[in-house]
């Protein structure tokens, strides 16, 4: 099965191509490509360093979030556009659980919180645990103020952020240092995002539903 990762839920995007769960190409997308016609233009040469075309794509796994609604779009629009000509299946997988999946294959750590920054003093998180498919949500996604964090992060879980830098120059970070860090910005990427779609969907898992789960809080307009 050949497979395409599609994963632009943080300011470094990624392509991945699997082929029976061994990644045949990849990419970091820059700027001027993390645009529909720049995806476009980038996806021939990928799958050129893959030895396949197009055509040969069997499954199109978009990464859901959270993260910039944005590029959450433009990777589910780039899949549904790429699967339609031949009814191919898209198969989505929220960005922080592959993110989880990494740092717990890479850190041997089997609870892992993936925080992100929601702006407005708000933090959004997701608590995973070591499942025998790859990550199982321990407490769903949420947004919560700073201070509220720690409680949800259960003892001995490892932290990790896209957003990390940002977050901790920030006085209200000072919440949240009794968590256990990777301390750098560490973001999804196309491969583990691949490579959780082909397990899953190996296994006969459902997909994650083709909506970006955008964690920003809404906004009140002023009356």
Same mark, same amino acid.
């Given at each position: 099965?050949?497979?395409? !990762?599609?994963?632009?839920?943080?300011?470094?995007?990624?392509?991945?191509?699997?082929? #029976? !769960?061994?990644? +045949?190409?990849?990419?970091?997308?820059?700027?001027? %490509? +993390? +645009?529909? $016609?720049?995806?476009?233009?980038?996806?021939?040469?990928?799958?050129?360093?893959?030895?396949?075309?197009? #055509? #040969?794509? %069997?499954?199109?796994?978009?990464?859901?979030? /959270?993260?910039?609604?944005?590029?959450? +779009?433009?990777?589910?629009?780039?899949?549904?556009?790429?699967?339609?000509?031949?009814?191919?299946?898209?198969?989505?997988?929220?960005?922080? &659980?592959?993110?989880?999946?990494?740092? *717990?294959?890479?850190?041997?750590?089997?609870?892992?919180?993936?925080?992100?920054?929601?702006?407005?003093?708000?933090?959004?998180?997701?608590? @995973?645990?070591?499942?025998? %498919?790859?990550?199982?949500?321990?407490?769903?996604?949420?947004?919560?103020?700073?201070?509220?964090?720690?409680?949800?992060?259960?003892?001995?879980?490892?932290?990790?952020?896209? %957003?990390?830098?940002?977050?901790?120059?920030? /006085?209200? @970070? &000072?919440?949240?240092?009794?968590?256990?860090?990777?301390?750098? #910005? $560490?973001?999804?990427?196309?491969?583990?995002?691949?490579?959780? !779609?082909?397990? $899953?969907?190996?296994?006969?898992?459902?997909?994650? /539903?083709?909506?970006?789960?955008? *964690?920003?809080?809404?906004?009140?307009?002023? !009356?």
């Amino acid at each position: 099965m050949n497979l395409l !990762a599609i994963e632009l839920s943080s300011r470094v995007g990624s392509l991945a191509i699997l082929s #029976d !769960a061994t990644v +045949r190409a990849e990419c970091e997308l820059a700027e001027e %490509d +993390r +645009r529909s $016609r720049g995806l476009f233009r980038v996806l021939p040469d990928l799958c050129d360093r893959a030895g396949i075309g197009l #055509d #040969d794509l %069997d499954l199109l796994a978009p990464g859901r979030g /959270p993260g910039s609604y944005t590029g959450l +779009r433009l990777a589910m629009t780039v899949a549904q556009a790429v699967a339609l000509p031949a009814s191919r299946t898209v198969y989505p997988v929220d960005s922080g &659980e592959a993110l989880a999946w990494e740092i *717990m294959q890479s850190r041997k750590n089997d609870v892992v919180a993936v925080i992100g920054d929601a702006r407005r003093e708000r933090l959004w998180l997701g608590v @995973f645990e070591q499942g025998n %498919d790859g990550p199982m949500m321990r407490q769903p996604w949420a947004v919560l103020h700073p201070r509220d964090v720690p409680r949800w992060v259960p003892d001995g879980a490892l932290a990790v952020s896209s %957003d990390w830098s940002l977050l901790a120059a920030r /006085p209200e @970070f &000072e919440a949240l240092r009794t968590l256990r860090w990777i301390e750098s #910005d $560490r973001f999804p990427r196309a491969r583990w995002l691949g490579a959780l !779609a082909e397990t $899953r969907h190996r296994h006969g898992a459902p997909a994650a /539903p083709p909506t970006p789960i955008y *964690m920003h809080p809404a906004v009140t307009p002023r !009356a």
